[in-house]
C-alpha cells in the first residue's frame, strides 16, 4: 500500500472540501478499494499505486480549479471524476480538461466544464456553431481560445471578432475618439480574452498586421472571410438580417463561432433577435451545432451562479 499526501495551503477548507467533506466525500465513493483522509489541511491517500495516481491527480486538478474561482462544488468533482472513466480517444478528438492553448503567463487555458468541453467538440466536428446560454459561462473566453489555438496550430490565417454596437440598456452618449477608440468599449472583454492568451507584444503585432481583426459587425458587409476563425459575440443583438449577412460572409477554409444569451436582448421590444430567429430557422441544418450553457458553467466569482439561479426563478 502506498500513500500521499497533499497539503492545502492558502485554502478555504469549507469552499474546498465542502460541507462536512462531502466533495472529498464523493472522491472517496469513486474509490473504494483506496482511503481517502481529510485531517485539517492535509489530505491523505492510501491504495494501490495506479489508484493512487488517478486519486492525486483528479485533487490537484480540483485544487487548481479552486485557485482559480474560489470554490468546489459537487458538481466540479463529479465533473472531474467522470474524466477517469472515459475511454482514452484518439488525438484528433479532444478529452475533457485538455489544453487549448497556453495563456500569456504561462496558464493552462482549457474547457473547465461539460458544456464548455461540448462547445469544444462541436467546434472541431462543425463550421458553424452557436454558443447559447447567460453571462458568465465562458462562451466568449473558451471561443476565443479555440480562435487562438486555430491561429497557432496553422489551422486558419487570421482571427477576425466582431460585435454589434448596442447599447446595454443604458445611453452612452457621444464618445470621443476616432472610430477604433468609439468601438473599443463594446469590445474590451475581447480584448481581456486576448490578453490572457497572448503576450502583449505578440498580440500588437497580429493585431497591427490585422492577423486579428476587431471590428463591429457592420464593417463585415460585402466582405467574404477566406481562412479565417471568426466569431460573433453578444449575437442577441442583432437583427435576422444582420446574423444573415455575418453567416453568408463565411469562405472556404474557415470557422464560425456565434455567442448569444437570450436573457440579455437590448433591442427595441419590437424588433426580432437575430439570434432566436437563427435558432428557429437553421435547426437540423448540417454543419451547424447548436450548445447551451448554464448556470452550471458559471465560472464567476461564486455568487453570479447564484444570481442568474435566482433570476430564472424569479422569470
Known amino acids: 500500500m502506498v500513500e500521499k499526501v497533499i497539503t492545502l495551503d492558502n485554502v478555504s477548507l469549507i469552499d474546498f472540501l465542502g460541507v462536512e467533506n462531502k466533495n472529498i466525500n464523493e472522491v472517496a465513493t469513486a474509490f473504494p478499494e483506496s482511503k481517502i483522509i481529510s485531517r485539517g489541511n492535509q489530505i491523505r491517500i492510501k491504495g494501490a499505486p495506479p489508484e493512487i495516481v488517478k486519486i492525486h491527480d483528479i485533487l490537484n486538478a480540483l485544487l487548481d480549479h479552486y485557485h482559480q474561482y474560489g470554490r468546489i462544488t459537487k458538481d466540479n468533482v463529479q465533473e472531474y471524476l467522470q474524466v477517469k472513466d472515459e475511454p482514452s480517444r484518439s488525438t484528433t478528438n479532444r478529452t475533457k480538461g485538455d489544453v487549448l492553448v497556453f495563456g500569456s503567463r504561462g496558464t493552462q487555458i482549457t474547457a473547465k466544464t461539460k458544456n464548455q468541453q461540448q462547445l469544444v467538440e462541436a467546434t472541431s466536428k462543425n463550421d458553424v456553431v452557436f454558443a447559447i446560454g447567460p453571462a458568465g459561462t465562458g462562451k466568449t473566453y473558451i471561443s476565443v481560445a479555440l480562435a487562438v489555438q486555430a491561429l497557432k496550430n496553422k489551422s486558419v490565417k487570421k482571427i477576425i471578432i466582431t460585435r454589434p454596437a ?144 435566482a433570476y430564472n426563478k424569479a422569470q
Open 166 to 309: 448596442v447599447e446595454a440598456g443604458e445611453r452612452l452618449g457621444f464618445l470621443p475618439g476616432d472610430l477604433q477608440e468609439k468601438i473599443d468599449p463594446y469590445l474590451r472583454p475581447i480584448y481581456d480574452a486576448l490578453d490572457d492568451m497572448i503576450h502583449h507584444e505578440k498580440l500588437q503585432y497580429y493585431l497591427e498586421n490585422r492577423v486579428i481583426e476587431i471590428a463591429p459587425l457592420a464593417y463585415m458587409r460585402g466582405r467574404t472571410l477566406n481562412g479565417a476563425f471568426i466569431l460573433l459575440d453578444e449575437a442577441q443583438n442583432t437583427t435576422p438580417m444582420q446574423l444573415k449577412m455575418f453567416l453568408t460572409r463565411m469562405g472556404p477554409q474557415s470557422k464560425m463561432i456565434v455567442n448569444g444569451d437570450r436573457s440579455q436582448i437590448d433591442l427595441p421590444k419590437n424588433q426580432e433577435s437575430g439570434l432566436i430567429n437563427a435558432i428557429n430557422v437553421l435547426q437540423g441544418t448540417a454543419g451547424i451545432a447548436f450548445v447551451e450553457l448554464d448556470a452550471r458553467d458559471v465560472i464567476r466569482h461564486r455568487i453570479v451562479k447564484d444570481i442568474i439561479k
